[in-house]
């Protein structure tokens, strides 16, 4: 029953916490990306503290170059996106007829009863058009929460001195580690940060390129929804190959070029993983694709979209803290991307395998 216990206090505390980042999730969102700001604005605040610029002043003038920066690519990527909205009808009705003609050509082979190229009930029949009133509260929402985080960005630069004063009067037992373990921490989240900006950045130039000379109208918009979708690994370059092989597929009138867009996408994504990102990015978060995955589908369901970029830092962030606990060590291995393989696996992987081949051989 004492064996219990500690497995009891362990799921209950896992319950917990779910519960608590669930259901936090308005307050501890903007948080977090608040802090990853934070980390990722310190230099630039910094370098402005040392031409003895007042820390406030500097500080507001990071968040305002950034913020005005990042307006005027939203400002040109809604542009794209409005244009694109009120061609919509014209694509729909592209999508339709080439569909009904599809459907036509497979019922010459299948017979019409198998394939029933019916499109009387309009493409647009699923939408959830009800459902207007929960998308502006949404969108309300989100909005909010993009106006809390330069605060909360600029509160975190401003008391950094504070916080550092609280780790070490937190720390005095042990302090050494405490602090090795923030600065740890504080590393792998503004490198990941930095590197990610800058793998972005050369994905949406390559991808941009090639719209670009393929002719794609909306080359700006589809490019940085390339580079955006490939900040959520394995899943998102899915989802943005499809849309943008599908737009492609929509506006010509051959199929070289939905084939030759999703070639040059796999090609751009292959070429960042390989190359791009362990040459920018290098190994500074260390968690194997196995923990990525699952920090991915735990972040979407409790965060969103959000969940999904930021589990991946602090599934980092959590193997380093689970490395400096001596009792919790094996899990921050777990977590690693380190396979060394020993005498002693491999003689127990040999083992187990005479050991199931008795058993077959037996039954």
Not at 20 to 41: D, H, Q, R, T, Y
Not at 106 to 117: E, H, I, K, Y
Request: proline residues 4%; aromatic residues 14%.
């Amino acid at each position: 029953m004492n064996r219990l216990q500690p497995i009891a206090h362990f799921l209950l505390i896992l319950v917990l916490g779910a519960l608590v980042l669930k259901e936090g999730a308005f307050i501890l969102v903007p948080l977090v990306w608040g802090i990853f700001f934070a980390f990722a604005l310190y230099p630039i605040s910094s370098w402005f503290e040392r031409k003895r610029i007042p820390r406030a002043f500097a500080i507001a003038l990071a968040i305002l170059m950034v913020s005005l920066v990042a307006t005027g690519v939203l400002y040109l990527l809604l542009n794209q996106m409005v244009g694109l909205i009120k061609e919509a009808p014209e694509i729909g009705g592209n999508l339709e007829s080439k569909l009904s003609r599809y459907l036509d050509e497979l019922s010459l082979f299948l017979g019409r009863d198998l394939v029933n190229p019916d499109m009387d009930s309009g493409l647009y029949d699923f939408l959830p058009g009800e459902r207007l009133g929960e998308t502006l509260f949404a969108t309300g929402k989100s909005l909010t929460l993009a106006g809390i985080i330069p605060i909360y960005t600029f509160l975190l630069l401003y008391y950094k001195d504070f916080f550092v004063e609280f780790l070490i009067r937190f720390s005095s037992k042990n302090q050494e580690s405490v602090i090795r373990w923030a600065s740890d921490s504080g590393r792998v989240i503004q490198s990941y940060l930095a590197g990610m900006i800058r793998v972005t950045g050369v994905v949406a130039v390559l991808a941009g390129l090639f719209f670009f000379l393929v002719g794609v109208k909306y080359f700006v918009l589809f490019a940085a929804f390339i580079a955006i979708m490939n900040l959520i690994p394995y899943v998102g370059v899915f989802v943005s190959s499809f849309f943008a092989v599908l737009y492609v597929f929509l506006t010509t009138d051959s199929l070289f070029y939905p084939v030759l867009t999703l070639a040059a996408l796999w090609g751009i994504q292959l070429f960042e993983n390989n190359i791009v990102t362990p040459l920018v990015v290098g190994s500074k978060v260390k968690v194997n694709a196995l923990a990525v995955i699952l920090a991915i589908l735990l972040g979407g369901w409790l965060w969103g979209i959000s969940g999904m970029v930021l589990f991946i830092p602090l599934t980092g962030v959590l193997k380093i803290t689970l490395e400096r606990s001596g009792d919790l060590e094996a899990f921050g291995y777990l977590l690693g991307d380190e396979v060394p393989v020993s005498e002693e696996s491999e003689n127990l992987w040999k083992l187990l395998r005479r050991k199931y081949l008795g058993r077959r051989k037996t039954d």
